[in-house]
Structure formats: C-alpha cells, structure tokens
C-alpha cells in the first residue's frame, strides 16, 4: 500500500477531531507546528493512542530509537516521522 504524508496528514487530524469532540472541547484549527502533548492538545496516553492508530492505519511501526523528542512531538513532526517509517517499509 503506498501512503502519502498527505494521508498520515488527514488520518491524524480526523483522529485529533474526534477526541476534541468526545472530550467537549472546541473544534480548532491545528497548526502544522503546534506540539501535541507541551500544547496541552493530548495527553502522553493520547499521544500513545494517537501512535497506535496510525501504525494500526497504516501497517508501520514507528521506530523513535535515537530520535530527538522535538522531532515527533509536533504535528508536523510526526507526520513526517510516520511518513518516512511507511515509504521506508513499502520502498
């Protein structure tokens, strides 16, 4: 299966959204630098959900071994780092 960033992209976003919306909060636009846990947008755990759905979605397993916390705490971040994991496995 080829996966696009652009599909990591929405996929984290619909899931984002809904847990905004089965939590009360107000729907808002997520900013492609925000970071998702120090923004207070999820909670470590939603950050632990939030990776298993995307590894779930998308059949990867993000590796985080030697990577810096500031390159996949934010969205755009992990977007990216989950990206990569999925091109490198479908070549």
Do not use: C, P, W
């Amino acid at each position: 299966m080829s996966v696009s960033e652009t599909d990591i992209k929405n996929h984290v976003v619909k899931y984002l959204m809904e847990k905004l919306e089965s939590s009360g909060m107000d729907r808002y636009e997520i900013e492609e630098g925000i970071d998702l846990v120090g923004s207070g947008l999820i909670s470590s755990l939603g950050f632990i959900e939030l990776l298993a759905s995307v590894e779930k979605q998308f059949d990867i397993e993000i590796d985080f071994e030697d990577r810096d916390t500031s390159e996949f705490t934010t969205f755009t971040g992990f977007v990216k780092l989950a990206a990569d994991t999925a091109r490198a496995k479908n070549g």
